[in-house]
């Protein structure tokens, strides 16, 4: 089949501050992801994403952005960016950046110009009113409004004071953030994350959310925020901003769907349109909050499947800078990560990855003094944070493991040199190696990337058993849950041993005969994929 490149890419998400420091203040930034394309090309991936590089005063590391024409001397400079879209492009990578559309920084020159008066410019550029019309919160802690002495109005902020929302229902505006948007299409820039991408509409009315069951220490959280995100217009200015890309060839736009509850995969797939005329693709973070079993992984993946849809395209993600990382979560078991990712990278769609992932990196230890995040701050001791998944890249052995010359703006991981870049070159059963060998089979099988994805059903629960077909090419996928060895017979599916052929397993030393009396034998957390000479499945 014919597709965009996004319809069956390998995306590797980059946070600057944390992959490369080429000026050694400690601080990742572009010409550091330069000096790294080798690397990132040698993993087989074809494009990166780059959380926020704009001007921004950092009140949450670059989520709060004041200019969007402009980068942050954090991280370097306009040449900088024009050098890395040009190099990555080299390198057939494509370059995705990360917009904030819903709110801007208090510093930006549209709030600054907006607070000055209710006769400015540009005075409905954000959301104001004389009182606190309702009880919406911030996400970030206390409510969304906060009075502004200089124009003697409240204005809502979805997250901190310093960013407040900007106002989709006035033309104005969303011409002002569309012409933000073509400045980064025309720079060549191949596509966009698009941040809270559900919440830019409001309720006109600014009626009361309702209160959710249960208790939970954010405030935010015992809210159903029915009134402050996924307005139907909402959906009406994704249209408009994809007609806006769509007059560019080749560029896609991904979303960030916040979600009542943890799986919700239907309001995530809503945002790519009825026709897939609203978003090119948007994350649904059913796995990220799924507790590991194969039943729960399994209805997971058909609900997602059944929500895009055939003629939409579902993306899968493990991972990213908001939660902490896989093999963390799996209480730093390596068969359990190895096995998360192979059933994430023998899907049909596109497959995000976040940047260490490929070194098994743990998340970081960070102490209460020294953290950063000003959600961990607030949140103390009943969240954490998101600073220890977001702790430095390591390459090398050593001091400061091959980021930077100075200390690092975040801890490494606790035994840093066991994940190094330089280490796992070396191994040829490490993490690094498993990763390049899974991305690069996933890249020359069309089937795995494109195919149909049927999942068979197992009286064994441990077990999560799928095929995926393209054409004349089938392959066979089993998954084992279980830290015990899995039998399956070959005869469920009509097979006889003599029909298949494995082409890939988690387990490189296999404690088992892969086949006994036509028995498929699978080692614990053991992810195998066979391909099968016969189509009958």
């Not at 004389?130 to 919406?136: A, C, E, G, I, K």
């Not at 204005?155 to 104005?172: I, T």
């Amino acid at each position: 089949m014919d597709l965009a490149w996004w319809q069956d890419c390998v995306v590797y998400q980059i946070y600057p501050r944390s992959f490369q420091d080429s000026n050694n203040d400690g601080i990742g930034d572009l010409q550091g992801i330069i000096q790294r394309l080798d690397y990132i090309k040698s993993l087989g991936v074809d494009a990166i994403w780059l959380n926020p590089i704009f001007t921004s005063p950092m009140a949450d590391f670059g989520y709060d952005i004041s200019d969007y024409r402009d980068i942050d001397p954090i991280f370097g400079s306009m040449a900088d960016v024009d050098l890395l879209i040009e190099k990555a492009h080299e390198y057939s990578l494509k370059v995705i950046f990360d917009l904030v559309l819903n709110h801007t920084s208090n510093k930006h020159p549209w709030f600054l110009e907006s607070r000055k008066s209710k006769d400015s410019k540009k005075a409905d550029y954000y959301i104001w009113n004389d009182t606190v019309p309702n009880n919406w919160k911030g996400a970030f802690g206390g409510r969304g409004w906060t009075f502004d002495k200089q124009r003697g109005q409240f204005y809502f902020h979805s997250f901190l004071p310093q960013q407040p929302d900007l106002n989709w229902r006035n033309p104005a505006t969303v011409d002002s953030i569309f012409g933000e948007v073509r400045f980064w299409l025309e720079k060549g820039v191949d596509g966009f994350r698009l941040d809270v991408i559900n919440s830019i509409v409001k309720d006109e009315s600014f009626r009361d959310n309702p209160k959710a069951f249960g208790h939970r220490p954010r405030p935010y959280d015992m809210q159903r925020h029915i009134f402050d995100r996924n307005r139907p217009e909402s959906h009406s200015k994704v249209k408009m901003l994809r007609k806006l890309v769509d007059t560019f060839p080749d560029r896609m736009l991904v979303g960030e769907i916040m979600v009542e509850n943890p799986g919700e995969p239907e309001l995530a797939a809503s945002y790519l349109g009825k026709t897939g005329e609203e978003l090119n693709l948007s994350f649904d973070f059913s796995l990220i909050t799924t507790s590991f079993s194969a039943q729960k992984w399994q209805r997971c993946a058909k609900r997602w499947y059944e929500a895009v849809g055939m003629h939409r395209t579902p993306t899968w993600v493990m991972n990213n800078h908001d939660v902490s990382r896989s093999i963390s979560r799996f209480s730093n078991n390596e068969q359990k990560a190895r096995l998360a990712t192979f059933f994430q990278l023998t899907q049909r769609g596109a497959i995000f990855l976040y940047y260490g992932e490929e070194l098994g990196l743990r998340d970081s230890f960070v102490y209460r003094k020294d953290m950063q995040d000003p959600l961990g701050r607030r949140y103390w001791p009943f969240y954490r944070g998101r600073d220890a998944q977001r702790g430095p890249m390591v390459w090398s052995v050593g001091a400061n493991h091959g980021f930077s010359e100075s200390d690092p703006w975040l801890p490494f991981t606790k035994h840093a040199n066991r994940y190094t870049v330089e280490n796992q070159e070396l191994e040829p059963d490490s993490m690094l190696s498993f990763y390049r060998s899974l991305i690069e089979l996933r890249s020359h099988e069309p089937a795995l990337r494109q195919g149909m994805c049927v999942f068979q059903e197992q009286q064994n629960t441990s077990l999560i058993v799928y095929t995926r077909s393209l054409d004349e090419t089938q392959f066979l996928v089993l998954v084992n849950f279980s830290s015990k060895m899995q039998s399956v017979s070959f005869g469920e599916f009509g097979l006889r041993s003599s029909d298949s052929e494995e082409i890939f397993s988690t387990t490189s030393n296999s404690k088992q005969p892969r086949f006994s009396y036509e028995n498929i034998n699978l080692d614990g957390y053991e992810g195998v994929l066979l391909r099968i000479n016969k189509l009958n499945i």
